[in-house]
């Protein structure tokens, strides 16, 4: 162990005398667990929860958890057989005193310092049983990973033997374990989970972003860089899009259609204006096994060069078409920018419609329609407010006639970013892949083509577009649980009788077609849910406590209240932003219906009017710039020549133009 670590003489002197084969790794400072998972949560082993406590009677305690128990100050009274213990945390005054730490470095190696052997040290029993255990060596800025018996053999060495709990064996149908009376339930969770956001949406949107899609769980980072997994919880919405769209574009004559994930050389160079500029991005093949194959192979990037040499051959007179065709697949773009989860990977999922038409006029409906049903899932699935616009000459698909697009506004960066294109091929891929039919007139024509496609880019843009600093905010039409039911367990009630009641609210809501569930959950308290649903983004919540089922009500909590006393948009609400409701048992049907439109109405108004308060209308050079730095949207008359265009995007911002059709 070198002594550049800079750590604790004292420490570096024990782990060395009891030859301890520990490793201690350097980060960034990390005062929460969850700062911690998010440095160092890749090594093996677990994390810990330290609680330094103090109470009147029995004195100083140092408990430590593994880091995902939920642990409950009461409970652990019980747990140690202390009767009347009223136990507080310890404040910093007392924690450096004390051991010597600041908060948020305390972790059993503290006691080093507790030279007058004043606290009672208390380890979970699950702990002791991990691979390896990861705790800060008196500084919040290290993690040091042991094995259990190690650090057993250090304790025993400081005259710190610990005590063990068996969480895992607690009684938790006793209400003491549970969070007691309702009274305290808030407060107490609230000090006692660490769970949650540790970084503000305003203040730092970039880690806010990452911290709401991992801890959600709808992200997990792969080990390839800029590839990500789309876990349930994100996956499901992508599959609600994909739904929707799918039967819509089918309604229009649209048919799927599945096309290789490899490219041949030769086809992908078949346009080049279409291929320059992404060359770099391609990902190739170039091996099976050892072997070289004999031609690279290109994975897609998109597909119009695997498709268009099939439409030569399909279509050959004026009866094969319109020729209207989708898949839904995965592409690959070897991006060197930054990548971001949703926004930009290097692997994403997205449907590409590819048709062609008799017409030009026909082609330019089409990109239209498809305009339409992109903006439909923003705003109807996604409630989020777009834009439809068309792209300048420079920002247009090169291999096209021209390109509309939606773009949507993103709060946190204050900039637009293209939510999805439908593009007006013209005739350039028809002539390059030598598309020619026989027309009614039984001359050799060329269609007219259109192709689209909509990503996986959508989830993330709901995500920042409404997320706090709770976490998600999930728009009620795609969220995977809408509704999510928590029995609030107490003595005058069996906790069997109160889980039969919500389970009853349960089906009646199944019945109508809301996806609900109830968090029976007995390992976690009320409070651990609701800030675990929260998190999660859940439209609704509904408490029932024992009042509620003796009245057969229950107790309704909407998540997009973020502003508690807000005058602004009490306008919208049946009941305040924040406030709890109680409703009867008895028509709670249509009442959850009807809550769940008026989520989805609100998380869009409240968008829309967020993001019209940013649109500026410019019309001198010397306001635009300053406006865009003040994360506005710029209205501006413009004239569609590059060379005006690259003076604004030397700001790294790109035009389009607005479609009106209102
Ligand atoms: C542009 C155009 C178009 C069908 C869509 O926007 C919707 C669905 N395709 C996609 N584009 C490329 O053509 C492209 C080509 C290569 Cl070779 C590449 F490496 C990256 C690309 N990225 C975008």
């Given at each position: 162990?070198?002594e550049?670590?800079?750590?604790?003489?004292?420490?570096?002197?024990?782990?060395?005398?009891?030859?301890?084969?520990?490793a201690?790794?350097?980060h960034?400072v990390?005062a929460?667990?969850?700062?911690q998972a998010?440095?160092?949560?890749?090594l093996?082993?677990v994390?810990?929860k330290?609680?330094f406590l103090?109470?009147k009677?029995?004195?100083?305690?140092l408990i430590?958890?593994?880091?995902?128990?939920?642990?409950n100050l009461?409970?652990?009274?019980?747990?140690l057989?202390l009767?009347g213990?009223?136990?507080?945390?310890?404040?910093?005054q007392?924690?450096?005193?004390k051991?010597?730490?600041?908060r948020?470095?305390?972790s059993p190696?503290?006691?080093?310092?507790?030279?007058?052997k004043?606290?009672k040290?208390?380890?979970d029993?699950a702990?002791l049983?991990?691979e390896?255990?990861?705790i800060?060596?008196?500084?919040?800025?290290?993690t040091?990973?042991?094995?259990p018996?190690?650090l057993t053999?250090?304790?025993?060495h400081?005259?710190?033997?610990?005590?063990?709990?068996?969480?895992?064996?607690?009684?938790?149908?006793d209400p003491?374990?549970?969070?007691?009376?309702?009274?305290?339930?808030?407060?107490n969770?609230?000090k006692?989970?660490?769970?949650?956001?540790s970084v503000?949406?305003?203040e730092?949107?970039?880690?806010?972003?990452?911290q709401?899609?991992?801890?959600?769980?709808m992200?997990?980072?792969?080990?390839?860089?800029?590839c990500?997994i789309?876990?349930?919880?994100s996956?499901?919405?992508?599959?609600?899009?994909?739904?929707w769209?799918?039967?819509?574009?089918k309604?229009?004559?649209?048919?799927n259609?599945?096309?290789p994930l490899?490219?041949?050389?030769r086809?992908?160079?078949?346009?080049?204006d279409?291929?320059?500029?992404?060359?770099?991005?391609v990902?190739?093949?170039?091996?099976?096994?050892q072997?070289?194959?004999?031609?690279?192979?290109?994975?897609?990037?998109?597909?119009?060069?695997?498709?268009y040499?099939?439409?030569?051959?399909?279509?050959?007179?004026h009866?094969?078409l319109?020729?209207e065709?989708?898949?839904?697949?995965?592409v690959?773009?070897?991006e060197?920018?930054?990548?971001?989860?949703?926004?930009?990977?290097r692997?994403f999922?997205?449907?590409?419609?590819h048709?062609?038409?008799?017409?030009?006029e026909?082609?330019?409906k089409?990109?239209?329609?498809?305009l339409?049903?992109?903006a439909q899932v923003?705003?109807?699935?996604l409630?989020?407010?777009v834009?439809k616009?068309?792209?300048t000459?420079?920002?247009?698909?090169?291999?096209?006639?021209?390109?509309?697009?939606?773009?949507a506004?993103?709060?946190g960066?204050?900039r637009?970013?293209q939510?999805?294109t439908?593009h007006?091929l013209?005739?350039?891929?028809?002539?390059?892949?030598?598309?020619?039919?026989?027309?009614?007139?039984g001359e050799?024509a060329i269609?007219w083509?259109?192709?689209?496609?909509?990503?996986?880019r959508t989830?993330g843009?709901a995500?920042?577009?409404?997320?706090?600093?709770?976490?998600l905010v999930?728009?009620?039409?795609?969220?995977?649980?809408?509704?999510?039911?928590?029995?609030?367990?107490?003595?005058?009630v069996?906790?069997t009788d109160l889980?039969?009641y919500?389970?009853e609210i349960?089906v009646v809501?199944?019945k109508?077609?809301?996806?609900v569930?109830v968090?029976?959950?007995?390992n976690?308290?009320?409070?651990w849910?609701?800030?675990h649903?929260e998190l999660?983004?859940?439209?609704?919540?509904?408490?029932?406590?024992?009042r509620?089922?003796?009245?057969?009500?229950?107790?309704?909590?909407?998540?997009d209240?973020?502003?508690?006393n807000?005058?602004?948009?009490?306008?919208?609400f049946k009941f305040?932003?924040?406030?709890?409701?109680?409703?009867?048992?008895?028509n709670?049907g249509v009442?959850?219906?009807?809550?769940?439109e008026?989520?989805?109405n609100?998380?869009?108004?409240k968008?829309k009017?967020?993001?019209?308060?940013?649109?500026?209308?410019?019309?001198e050079?010397k306001d635009?710039?300053?406006n865009?730095?003040q994360?506005?949207l710029v209205l501006?008359?413009?004239?569609?020549?590059?060379?005006?265009?690259?003076?604004?995007k030397?700001?790294n911002l790109?035009?389009?133009?607005w479609?009106?059709?209102?």
């Amino acid at each position: 162990m070198s002594e550049d670590l800079g750590l604790n003489p004292n420490l570096l002197q024990l782990f060395s005398s009891l030859s301890l084969q520990q490793a201690t790794h350097i980060h960034e400072v990390a005062a929460t667990v969850e700062e911690q998972a998010l440095k160092v949560g890749h090594l093996a082993g677990v994390l810990t929860k330290n609680l330094f406590l103090k109470d009147k009677k029995y004195g100083l305690f140092l408990i430590t958890t593994v880091s995902t128990r939920d642990v409950n100050l009461k409970a652990i009274a019980t747990a140690l057989n202390l009767s009347g213990a009223n136990f507080r945390f310890g404040d910093e005054q007392l924690l450096q005193e004390k051991l010597g730490v600041v908060r948020g470095a305390v972790s059993p190696f503290a006691l080093v310092n507790d030279n007058a052997k004043e606290v009672k040290f208390y380890i979970d029993k699950a702990l002791l049983q991990a691979e390896l255990i990861n705790i800060h060596p008196l500084r919040n800025d290290r993690t040091t990973s042991l094995t259990p018996g190690e650090l057993t053999r250090f304790l025993e060495h400081i005259d710190h033997k610990p005590f063990e709990i068996d969480f895992d064996r607690l009684n938790t149908q006793d209400p003491a374990v549970k969070g007691g009376d309702e009274e305290n339930q808030g407060k107490n969770v609230k000090k006692e989970t660490l769970l949650g956001l540790s970084v503000k949406k305003e203040e730092d949107f970039a880690n806010w972003y990452t911290q709401a899609i991992t801890l959600s769980e709808m992200i997990d980072y792969s080990d390839i860089s800029g590839c990500y997994i789309l876990r349930p919880w994100s996956y499901f919405i992508w599959e609600s899009i994909q739904s929707w769209f799918d039967a819509k574009i089918k309604e229009l004559g649209v048919q799927n259609t599945y096309f290789p994930l490899f490219v041949s050389e030769r086809a992908l160079n078949t346009e080049k204006d279409h291929v320059e500029g992404f060359a770099p991005e391609v990902a190739w093949v170039t091996k099976s096994g050892q072997s070289d194959l004999s031609e690279p192979i290109a994975i897609r990037p998109t597909s119009e060069t695997i498709m268009y040499p099939f439409f030569a051959k399909w279509i050959r007179s004026h009866r094969d078409l319109p020729l209207e065709i989708n898949q839904w697949c995965n592409v690959v773009r070897w991006e060197f920018k930054d990548a971001t989860p949703f926004l930009r990977s290097r692997e994403f999922l997205w449907q590409e419609g590819h048709t062609a038409h008799g017409s030009y006029e026909e082609a330019q409906k089409r990109v239209l329609s498809i305009l339409d049903l992109y903006a439909q899932v923003y705003e109807e699935l996604l409630a989020v407010p777009v834009i439809k616009g068309m792209k300048t000459e420079s920002e247009k698909f090169a291999g096209g006639f021209h390109t509309t697009t939606v773009e949507a506004y993103i709060n946190g960066s204050g900039r637009a970013i293209q939510g999805a294109t439908s593009h007006n091929l013209g005739q350039n891929f028809g002539k390059m892949f030598k598309i020619q039919y026989e027309d009614e007139k039984g001359e050799k024509a060329i269609p007219w083509q259109t192709s689209w496609g909509l990503t996986t880019r959508t989830l993330g843009v709901a995500v920042m577009v409404h997320g706090d600093d709770k976490g998600l905010v999930l728009p009620p039409r795609v969220a995977p649980i809408q509704v999510i039911i928590c029995p609030i367990a107490m003595k005058s009630v069996a906790f069997t009788d109160l889980v039969a009641y919500c389970d009853e609210i349960r089906v009646v809501l199944k019945k109508l077609g809301i996806r609900v569930d109830v968090d029976d959950r007995q390992n976690y308290t009320p409070g651990w849910k609701f800030n675990h649903w929260e998190l999660k983004g859940v439209p609704i919540r509904i408490e029932v406590g024992p009042r509620d089922f003796s009245n057969r009500q229950c107790r309704l909590v909407r998540r997009d209240n973020g502003k508690r006393n807000s005058k602004q948009y009490q306008l919208y609400f049946k009941f305040h932003l924040g406030e709890k409701l109680d409703v009867s048992a008895d028509n709670i049907g249509v009442t959850i219906q009807s809550l769940l439109e008026e989520i989805h109405n609100f998380l869009y108004r409240k968008a829309k009017e967020g993001r019209d308060q940013k649109v500026v209308q410019v019309t001198e050079w010397k306001d635009f710039v300053p406006n865009l730095e003040q994360k506005c949207l710029v209205l501006t008359p413009f004239c569609d020549i590059a060379e005006w265009e690259d003076k604004v995007k030397v700001n790294n911002l790109f035009l389009s133009y607005w479609i009106d059709n209102d």
